[in-house]
């Protein structure tokens, strides 16, 4: 039978970095990564936008800022080290409005706090040298934003965690977690390996440790192991549009609108691709299945689970009117036109064409709030305290895959005392 020191559930970004730097630190235990796909970073990871972020929007102290300003810089480093392309094309965050001045002056500031490299405030003439198609009263210009293929990432982590000796199984759902009753002469304590992970194919496999990974699905796993299933994830989807190949060169880098303070949606921005194309988006609209990535794709199950939860309906009626707005323009082309044309004029609704689309995993608490931070926790009970739930790992956790790897390890570590 396959046994596990450790087995982390769930092969996305943070998932397979996370397994990389355990493998990496205790090389003479074996570890195991466990995967519902066939492939690797299939869902966040493999349909994010591909930013490098710098740290510039997260709450200071907060384990975003200090997690995503570790991660690019690690995130950079690794490339370098690994030969994985990337561009560091910067990023304006413009302000087209008057009121949105003393936010962005606040936003600066914010950056500088978190250590954000290289940030400086910019007016409209140099708004125009960098990005000659773009009207914007004032900037907030950081060039160590830059862009990469996260899918290439995660697969290289991969690479890294199998040729240290971990196993990567694939096709492999988890749907069962529970304690092994027998006793064995493996160990005087009993069993060496007491926790069983079952399969929606009845397949297991025996471990002393559990970290889920799970994104879309952490709630679930939570639950599934007996631990609390609070926060909820609800899941949102976002659509982008892409220019149309002969209009990509209206846009050099990251362009991006002053956030709105009440949501961690970043609002529609212009973000360029490695492959050359130029992303623009996403939009923020409910899913009504957890990877629903077309619009009328649709879960029962997922569909009931979010609209029975209290934490949606309190979220919805304070924030109906935004919600309604984002729903409207998921419909209508034009409607999403006309907010690029705040910051591009000559963007029309002939360049652009409908594009891929994401779905986030939005942890919800009960009281209807956004879950804007990191969440780890266990349980209590046989399972429950062999197991670390990384709950909530919200953007940017691409960027900040190797510094929450390391965090997880020390957990691990820690709680589970490798």
Not at 42 to 68: D, E, R, T
Not at 300 to 326: H, I, P
Not at 345 to 361: F, H, K, M, Q, Y
Request: charged share 25%; net charge neutral; proline share 5%.
């Amino acid at each position: 039978r396959s046994t596990f020191d450790v087995a982390v559930v769930g092969a996305g970004i943070v998932g397979l970095a996370s397994a990389r730097e355990l493998v990496r630190r205790h090389p003479a235990l074996a570890f195991a990564v466990l995967e519902k796909e066939k492939e690797l970073a299939h869902h966040q990871s493999g349909h994010n936008s591909g930013v490098i972020h710098s740290g510039i929007y997260y709450k200071p102290g907060s384990l975003k800022a200090k997690l995503c300003v570790q991660g690019a810089a690690l995130c950079y480093e690794y490339c370098d080290q690994k030969g994985i392309p990337y561009k560091q094309c910067g990023k304006l965050i413009v302000a087209v409005e008057q009121d949105e001045i003393p936010r962005l002056k606040a936003l600066y500031e914010r950056g500088l706090q978190n250590n954000v490299r290289g940030l400086k405030l910019i007016g409209a003439k140099e708004i125009q040298a960098k990005e000659p198609f773009c009207r914007g009263l004032m900037a907030l210009d950081s060039p160590y934003t830059g862009i990469v293929n996260y899918k290439q990432v995660a697969q290289s982590y991969a690479e890294d965690f199998q040729e240290a000796g971990g196993t990567i199984l694939t096709d492999f759902e988890v749907t069962n977690m529970e304690m092994a009753k027998e006793s064995s002469s493996e160990s005087e304590d009993g069993l060496k390996y007491p926790v069983i992970v079952r399969n929606s194919k009845g397949e297991e496999i025996y471990c002393r440790h559990l970290v889920t990974c799970a994104g879309l699905y952490s709630d679930r796993l939570s639950e599934i192991s007996g631990c609390s299933p609070e926060p909820r994830i609800v899941p949102f989807r976002g659509d982008y549009l892409v220019l149309k190949p002969e209009k990509c060169y209206m846009v050099k880098g990251n362009i991006y609108p002053v956030p709105n303070p009440q949501f961690p949606f970043l609002g529609f921005h212009f973000t360029p691709r490695m492959d050359g194309s130029i992303w623009l988006g996403p939009n923020a609209v409910l899913a009504f299945k957890r990877e629903g990535y077309k619009l009328f794709d649709f879960s029962t199950a997922d569909f009931l689970d979010a609209v029975t939860y209290s934490g949606l309906w309190k979220l919805v009626l304070r924030n109906l009117s935004y919600g309604l707005s984002e729903m409207y323009r998921a419909c209508f082309l034009s409607a999403q036109v006309k907010q690029l044309q705040k910051f591009i004029p000559e963007v029309t609704i002939n360049d652009v064409l409908r594009g891929p689309s994401g779905v986030r995993a939005q942890a919800l608490d009960s009281d209807g709030n956004l879950v804007d931070d990191f969440v780890f926790d266990g349980g209590s009970g046989d399972i429950g305290s062999r197991i670390l739930h990384v709950r909530n790992a919200p953007s940017p956790a691409a960027t900040s895959s190797l510094a929450i790897a390391k965090m997880i390890a020390d957990e691990v570590k820690r709680r589970f005392e490798l």
